[in-house]
């Protein structure tokens, strides 16, 4: 059974760091590419960044550039949201996404999805 379990959020500082993490089971992550969606209280899920099953391509939306990575480790089967520089407004539940596609983008038609994880930037 393909499953999908994120970690890593919780409550930080406006500027401070959290990584999270995407570890994937049932599958082998190789194939797939992965994205990271958001969704803040009232508002639409968005996609923040995606990578390639390679890892040779991500993709990532303006307001999040310079300040998030997205990188990912095969061999743990796990994909990583580097997140420095938060800001209040990347107050919401994460989400990881798969789907087997040698290439990412960051539309909500992912087929596979985790439970989210929650991230709250506040002072």
């Known amino acids: 059974q393909l499953q999908l379990v994120e970690s890593g959020g919780g409550l930080v500082q406006p500027g401070g760091s959290l990584r999270l993490s995407c570890v994937a089971s049932?599958?082998?992550?190789?194939?797939?590419?992965i994205g990271w969606f958001r969704q803040a209280p009232g508002k639409e899920r968005e996609g923040v960044s995606c990578?390639?099953?390679?890892?040779?391509?991500?993709r990532s939306i303006d307001s999040v550039k310079g300040r998030f990575t997205i990188s990912r480790d095969n061999a743990k089967n796990t994909v990583y949201l580097q997140m420095n520089s938060l800001k209040p407004e990347d107050t919401a539940v994460y989400y990881c996404?798969?789907?087997?596609?040698?290439?990412?983008?960051?539309?909500?038609?992912?087929?596979?999805w985790g439970q989210g994880t929650q991230v709250t930037v506040s002072s």
């Open positions: 990578i390639s099953g390679s890892g040779s391509s991500t």
């Open positions: 049932g599958f082998t992550l190789n194939y797939y590419a």
């Open positions: 996404a798969a789907r087997r596609s040698t290439l990412c983008w960051l539309l909500n038609d992912y087929p596979y």
